[in-house]
């Protein structure tokens, strides 16, 4: 068994009386794209904060690729990347000047820059819009730009928290391209967070649903489907079976969530 | 981004980074590295839209050619050694409109923070205390703008303006420290209030005690008791009486530079201090 590129052990993390991860155990190996999946509210956005050191943890531990979170919180944002669900890349900005500003951030060679900065716009086809305000980009773009932003440095572990939310269709089967790519090529292992199933059975090698905090279920997209009682299962089903069916008010967004979602949205569509 | 050929390491430029040796003189080059870079991204978002600094000019030409103009024609207002109030008035304005650009400048954060921006700046090895630094300086930038505008002003108005280079470095240093210093606090405002209408109503509700409670528009020794001591603890005090200094000819400073700078600076880097330990708030 190769050793977990990043892992919690009992990560708890309380918001007074709310607990939005509860008790969490999870191991990703090298390489993986693994996904945190769950309804609103379960957890997913608080983990992914937690393990970029944005967020303290109330009780228990990680690691990211072997260092720890807390203690060792600025070796983790060296060797992390990190696309939160929020707009990230700056409109008022254009794209080259969007991913220089984080090359110089992340102390990427004075002579390496420029070359990273290239090549990361034309890995994700956004050549001609290298000059560009990100104003007046497309959603699809923003998102693979922000992607761009977040490899500049060559991360062993990259961050995706809702990569395709907002996005229509087709931009987000263009998204999953690049991502699979992005695993291929270069081996990054990808953490993301999604609630769009077919997202998931789509880039995952495996799978963890979270509901209330904690791990309902966990494996690959392929073995969850068999191990529910249904013929021909999806990953639809699978979710339903262990994140429950019913709605469940209390663990909704609240307002301001809410709001920020849809303007993303908004943005992006 | 190629694809990795055989051999290569993986990750190589993440890792690089890490491995450089660390003594306190490479943390404090890439601190300043780090702080240059934010300052220069802001700078960037200037030049792509400047109309913001065209508006704030408005508001020192109308007190430099209305109540400027009027007020040195009545005589109300005495001014040491008898000079012009125009002459007087005009470092009191370029202090004023340093400290209305950089009490606001904090705005910005709370829109990068609805937006998501500011997540990805604290989850980058960049300094807590280098992002507000940076947002600091920043504010310094755009406050000398307004300085262009105030010195264009003051030539228009025949105000007699010391020129010798001393002076004029002098001038440039007061502005970039009093403007980052006020432009660290309104990050503090930010950081804590949160929402953009709160941070507005607190903002108009600072700046006029700083501007009345200082020497910008009427000298100190006219002042009644209780608002002297007001006005001493005042740091807008310190920057219009190193700018009377520095900008005026023949212009004397009543609280001696060597205070007025030493103020300015302790200031600023206590603000820009207690700034970046907030910083990570604003994800929370």
Redesign the interface.
């Known amino acids: 068994m190769p050793i977990p590129i990043i892992e919690t052990v009992a990560l708890t993390r309380r918001f007074g009386e709310l607990t939005a991860v509860d008790n969490l155990n999870i191991s990703v190996e090298p390489g993986e794209v693994f996904g945190l999946l769950g309804p609103n509210g379960a957890g997913k956005t608080t983990t992914i904060k937690m393990l970029t050191t944005l967020l303290q943890p109330t009780s228990g531990e990680a690691s990211v690729a072997g260092f720890n979170i807390t203690r060792q919180a600025s070796d983790v944002r060296r060797v992390i990347g990190y696309v939160p669900q929020l707009i990230s890349a700056d409109g008022t900005l254009t794209g080259y000047e969007n991913l220089m500003v984080f090359a110089k951030l992340y102390d990427v060679p004075r002579g390496e820059r420029k070359r990273q900065v290239l090549e990361g716009l034309s890995f994700m086809g956004l050549d001609d819009a290298a000059n560009k305000l990100v104003r007046t980009y497309s959603g699809g773009m923003i998102r693979r730009l922000e992607i761009v932003q977040s490899i500049i440095h060559r991360p062993k572990v990259l961050f995706l928290d809702e990569p395709t939310v907002g996005l229509d269709p087709l931009a987000r089967k263009a998204l999953w391209e690049h991502i699979s790519q992005l695993s291929a090529e270069h081996g990054t292992t990808i953490l993301l967070t999604t609630h769009l199933m077919e997202e998931a059975d789509h880039l995952c090698s495996r799978v963890a649903i979270m509901h209330h905090g904690k791990v309902a279920a966990l494996g690959a997209p392929a073995d969850l489907k068999a191990s529910i009682d249904v013929d021909g299962a999806t990953l639809e089903d699978v979710f339903i079976h262990f994140a429950g069916d019913k709605l469940e008010p209390e663990s909704g967004a609240n307002y301001r969530e809410t709001r920020q979602t849809r303007r993303t949205a908004e943005r992006l569509g | ?4 050929k055989p051999g290569e390491r ?9 491995k ?1 040796p660390v003594n306190p003189l490479t943390t404090v080059s ?1 601190f300043v ?2 702080t240059l ?1 934010i300052a ?2 802001e700078v ?2 200037l030049r ?2 400047p109309t913001e600094l065209i508006l704030r000019a408005v508001q020192p030409a109308l007190w430099l050619l209305v109540f400027g103009q009027v007020f040195t024609r009545v005589h109300a207002i005495p001014t040491p050694g008898n000079i012009p109030y125009i002459d007087f008035l005009a470092p009191g304005v370029l202090a004023q409109s340093m400290l209305f650009i950089a009490i606001f400048s904090g705005i910005s954060l709370i829109w990068e923070r ?4 500011i ?8 300094p807590r205390v280098a992002l507000a630094a940076g947002k600091a300086l920043s504010g310094g930038v755009r406050a000398l703008t307004q300085a262009v505008i105030v010195y264009v002003l003051a030539v228009i108005l025949s105000v007699k303006i010391d020129w010798s280079p001393i002076s004029l470095i002098g001038v440039l240093i007061a502005i970039l420290l009093g403007a980052a210093g006020f432009s660290a606090f309104s990050l503090i405002i930010a950081l804590l209030v949160k929402t953009r209408e709160r941070f507005m109503g607190i903002g108009q509700l600072l700046t006029m005690p700083f501007f009345f409670a200082s020497s910008a528009i009427y000298p100190i020794s006219i002042m009644p008791g209780w608002l002297k001591v007001i006005a001493h603890g005042n740091p807008l005090t310190y920057e219009v009486d190193a700018l009377r200094a520095l900008m005026l000819s023949g212009g004397t400073s009543s609280l001696g530079l060597a205070l007025d700078f030493g103020v300015l600076a302790l200031g600023t880097i206590v603000l820009v201090i207690i700034a970046g330990r907030l910083y ?1 708030r604003a ?2």
């Open positions: 981004m190629r694809p990795v993986l990750n190589g430029l993440a890792e690089m980074a890490l450089q890439r590295y780090k870079v220069e991204l960037r978002k792509h839209d609805d937006l998501g921006v997540h990805k700046f604290l989850a980058s090895p960049t990570p994800v929370t």
